[in-house]
């Protein structure tokens, strides 16, 4: 089965700065998607960002964006400009087209963002 | 736009209780999953669906039972429940590029 691993369980980040969460995964499919989901204190799933693996241009949404490496199977995620509501629950997520269209998420990581 | 609706929000049930819990999806995704949440643990998969009528075991599937019957609806039921099923759980209905969630449902079983 493929894994996903988040090994930062929290992490903080004063407002207005920089922040990178890290993502690294396990697959020997070829054709696969990886996702950002951020989970508010509302405990709504919400969609941050989508990397198609077939792509090398890494994906940007506004100040999100993601080193998407392919070789090394990592995955980070760069918010820029931290603000208040960024604070939430990130967890990466990988979807492949041979795994029954599953998706597998880490554990998840609690950003906090310092005013 | 309703998305995925899941019921109930809430319940609590004391031991050796079942329920079922409901899912409805108005996008006509032919995915359809149920995730468990728990603290340090992320998501795990429960059960999924490739499409009406099919159903799928995922990582954590013991005690817990799934129907498709209807493409739109996938229902979970626990027929006896035990304190280790205290979760949160989360309906899913997806097309290949992404997972669409319900708003979750806090189960504590007494």
């Known amino acids: 089965a493929q894994t996903v691993t988040q090994s930062q369980p929290e992490m903080s980040v004063q407002e207005a700065e920089t922040v990178t969460l890290s993502c690294t995964y396990d697959t020997s499919e070829s054709d696969y998607y990886l996702f950002w989901y951020k989970q508010p204190p509302s405990r709504q799933m919400i969609l941050v960002i989508r990397?198609?693996?077939?792509?090398?241009q890494n994906a940007t949404e506004n100040r999100f964006s993601v080193n998407f490496q392919k070789a090394a199977k990592s995955f980070s995620l760069k918010i820029s400009d931290s603000q208040l509501g960024d604070a939430a629950m990130y967890f990466c997520a990988y979807s492949g087209s041979n795994t029954g269209n599953q998706f597998y998420f880490g554990t998840g990581t609690s950003l906090t963002v310092i005013p | 736009n309703a998305g995925v609706t899941q019921t109930p929000k809430f319940r609590v049930l004391k031991t050796g209780q079942s329920m079922t819990l409901l899912c409805a999806q108005d996008m006509n995704h032919e995915y359809m999953y149920w995730y468990r949440q728990d603290p340090g643990m992320g998501l795990r998969l429960i059960h999924y669906s490739v499409g009406e009528g099919t159903t799928a075991k995922g990582e954590v599937p013991d005690g817990y039972n799934v129907s498709r019957l209807k493409k739109q609806n996938f229902l979970l039921g626990l027929e006896s429940a035990a304190p280790s099923q205290t979760s949160v759980y989360f309906c899913a209905s997806s097309y290949w590029a992404e997972a669409f969630f319900g708003q979750g449902t806090r189960l504590t079983v007494v």
């Open positions: 990397q198609e693996a077939y792509k090398q």
